[in-house]
């Protein structure tokens, strides 16, 4: 278990926060989430990509000149490959590229990879009711209060994303907000500090604190 102070909108310790999610083997780990990683990144890959071989060109149904008595190589067609405006060979096709990994494994790697970002974690009170309209500059202001740089990737995590809170996040390039329930473990790993608040946390541990497998 890890006891994570907690700051209220003025920056000031006002209290802890125990965060405790069973985590994988050390021998284990990286390779858990390394794949866990390498598979997120695969799904958002739309393999989509497609070329055409020389049977999909159009053109190419008369042989270019005869095969021989013209001081010029054979040809048989004008689409070969060889030839500009030919087919494609091994070209990309049409693909799918999401990668299999278990439900529980997929739960583990995100736990670990939670447990491993607690010293760039900073707990947060409740704040959406402090933005009572949408305001980039007090948010901004808050972050610096919390000792977190504007200036770097930031992982924000709220049980729920409220609209205000949302438009006053939007217009910062590198905070990215997700929703206690929706994370993932690329986001967790790319952030250079994680800002949860106390409601995320509790969400967190209760949506994927019920990991049986520690032995992976």
């Not at 999909?56 to 070969?80: I, L």
Request: proline fraction near 5%; glycine fraction near 8%.
């Amino acid at each position: 278990m890890v006891a994570l102070a907690v700051k209220n909108w003025q920056g000031e310790v006002s209290g802890e926060a125990p965060l405790e999610l069973q985590v994988a083997r050390t021998e284990t780990a990286n390779h858990l989430i390394h794949r866990a990683v390498v598979r997120q990144l695969a799904h958002a890959r739309q393999g989509t990509a497609c070329t055409k071989t020389r049977a999909e060109v159009s053109g190419g149904g008369r042989k270019p000149w005869r095969q021989k008595g013209t001081g010029r190589a054979r040809a048989g067609s004008n689409r070969s490959p060889l030839w500009r405006g030919g087919g494609v060979i091994f070209g990309p096709k049409p693909r799918d590229y999401r990668l299999k990994m278990n439900r529980k494994e997929w739960r583990l790697a995100l736990r670990t990879a939670l447990m491993s970002r607690a010293e760039q974690t900073v707990v947060v009170e409740e704040f959406a009711e402090q933005l009572p309209r949408p305001k980039t500059k007090e948010v901004v202001q808050a972050l610096n209060r919390w000792g977190v740089d504007p200036q770097r990737k930031i992982l924000l995590i709220v049980p729920e994303i409220t609209e205000t809170v949302s438009l006053s996040v939007r217009n910062l390039p590198r905070l990215t907000l997700l929703r206690a329930d929706q994370l993932n473990v690329w986001d967790i790993l790319h952030a250079d500090t994680l800002v949860v608040t106390v409601g995320a946390l509790q969400t967190i541990q209760e949506v994927y604190g019920d990991g049986s497998v520690n032995d992976a």
